[in-house]
T-cell receptor, first 116, second 116 residues
């Protein structure tokens, strides 16, 4: 079965600092991986996704993530944090090995705090 | 504007009562999903539907029921059998439920359910 582990439930950075949110996955098939962001009291928005094309994926708001098969990782980074980046971030892996559904398995989430 | 609408935003349930959470989408998506979000646990799949008049249980379906009589609607009923219903419930949809593991999920803004 597929699973996702997000290391660190809470990450704090200063404005302008590098953001690094960690995600490791397990999957018996080549995975499709996603990062979603959730602002307070809102639904989730897709930041970026990996679908077996380029291993370095660029998303919205200058976020990017690199798929590393040898490390089973898909860490999310941003060169310079903004106050508006403060939110909860979820890593997810596509559940099905076949074509019969696209329900995602989510990690437990990482809360990003940004201080001035 | 196209999107997913969840209502109500806040809902209170009395002991032994069934309550229904509404989810409507005008994106013409085939697939719809219900997730439950608890602090520190991320999102867990309750039910999903790939097509009208069909739905499948997710990881935590016990105490919940759904229907999919119309493409645009996927209501979730929290029954009295669900002993710990307090959570944030998120509805989502995707274009096609019968394929494309790399599909993007579109989320509603959520319903916070609390027990009185």
């Amino acid at each position: 079965a597929q699973s996702v582990t997000q290391l660190g439930s809470h990450v704090s950075v200063s404005e302008g600092a590098l953001v690094l949110l960690r995600c490791n996955y397990s999957s018996s098939v080549p995975p499709y991986l996603f990062w979603y962001v959730q602002y307070p009291n809102q639904g989730l928005q897709l930041l970026l996704k990996y679908t077996s094309a380029a291993t370095l994926v660029k998303g919205i708001n200058d976020f990017e993530a690199e798929f590393k098969k040898s490390e089973t990782s898909f860490h999310l980074t941003k060169p310079s944090a903004h106050m508006s980046d403060a939110a909860e971030y979820f890593c997810a892996v596509s559940e099905s090995a076949n074509q019969a559904g696209t329900a995602l398995i989510f990690g437990k989430g990482t809360t990003l705090s940004v201080s001035s | 504007d196209g999107g997913i609408t969840q209502s109500p935003k806040y809902l209170f349930r009395k002991e032994g009562q069934n309550v229904t959470l509404s989810c409507e989408q005008n994106l013409n998506h085939d697939a719809m999903y219900w997730y439950r979000q608890d602090p520190g646990q991320g999102l867990r799949l309750i039910y999903y539907s790939q097509i009208v008049n069909d739905f499948q249980k997710g990881d935590i379906a016990e105490g919940y029921s759904v229907s999919r009589e119309k493409k645009e609607s996927f209501p979730l009923t929290v029954t009295s059998a669900q002993k710990n219903p307090t959570a944030f419930y998120l509805c989502a949809s995707s274009v096609a439920g019968t394929g494309l593991r790399n599909e993007k999920l579109f989320f509603g803004s959520g319903t916070q359910l609390s027990v009185l």
